[in-house]
């Protein structure tokens, strides 16, 4: 799933800043591949399927999820007090009581070890590889240093792996590409993980934004039933993200929709 320009110039400054990278090159769109038919020739590459939102039914469902953005290097600068968490948001879903899926780098789950085991222990939540590193799995993606094609899949596995460590237990098979990006040689890479690729189809626009109500409206704008929504667990980059969540869930509620994991949504769309 592409996002529109408007959208990707703020995840862009995101992902840059998460970079620690002042010179980002212009946004590649990202590129989706399906998994080839069964018709296709034995030779054509397993590729890990895509995901991009649920059926777009008459019973309206709606997945939140939120990216817990660390990147490998940013260890210092956690170090010196910057905040890459957001237990307020996590609190506030539970009050709220919204079902969302996590999507975690493996850095974020070593920095807030007892965060992690929380979410990924609360029956609200799952937890999903958002990779170890943070970094990009196609050249030109915002900025972020980008893995070797060899490290890919290892760096995949690093992530599951810390979670495990930090005893995270509902974790599931879904991946997000660092800033969305990957093309078919990417996909092919990660096949052996298992993983499906997961995208969205709503950006909220919450990467440092300081209007709460802009990304409410932007969300509400946007969503259709099946819809995967981006969003942030991170304040450092992500600060009125807990605020839009106040506003966007009541106001969803009101026209109808019940939030899901994603797991429930390509539960939903395999069963079509
Ligand atoms: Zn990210």
């Known amino acids: 799933m592409i996002a529109s320009a408007r959208h990707l110039t703020a995840a862009c400054a995101l992902w840059a800043a998460l970079a620690a990278c002042g010179t980002a090159p212009a946004p590649q769109a990202a590129q989706t591949a399906r998994r080839p038919a069964l018709a296709a020739p034995s030779r054509a590459p397993a590729l ?16 939140l999820t939120f990216d817990a953005d660390m990147t490998a290097d940013q260890g210092a600068r956690a170090a010196a007090g910057e905040r890459f968490d957001n237990p307020r948001l996590i609190a506030a879903l539970r009050r709220l009581r919204v079902p969302a899926t996590v ?9 807030y070890p007892a965060q992690a085991r929380a979410i990924g222990r609360h029956p609200l939540f799952e937890v999903a590889n958002h990779s170890y590193s943070h970094y990009a799995f196609t050249d030109d993606c915002y900025g972020l240093p980008t893995l070797s ?3 890919m899949r290892a760096d995949v596995e690093r992530a599951f792996a810390a979670f495990r460590k930090a005893g995270v237990r509902r ?13 078919r040689r990417t996909l092919a890479a990660l096949a052996p993980t298992g993983v499906t690729a997961v995208q969205w189809d709503v950006v909220s626009g919450d990467a440092f934004a300081t209007d709460a109500d802009a990304v409410a409206r932007q969300v ?22 807990e605020r839009a969540v106040r506003t966007i869930v009541p106001a969803l509620r009101k026209r109808g929709y019940r939030f899901v994991k994603v797991s429930e949504l390509i539960g939903a769309a395999a069963r079509r």
């Open 48 to 63: 890990a399927p895509v995901f991009a939102h649920g059926p777009r039914t008459r019973g309206r469902s709606v997945a």
């Open 149 to 151: 094609r060899k490290r």
């Open 171 to 183: 974790t599931v098979p879904y991946f997000r590409f660092p800033g969305g990006c990957h093309d």
């Open 220 to 241: 509400l704008d946007e969503v259709r039933p099946g819809s995967v929504v981006v969003m942030h667990c991170t304040r450092s980059a992500a600060p009125v993200t």
């Open 103 to 111: 999507f975690m780098t493996g850095r974020w789950a070593e920095e």
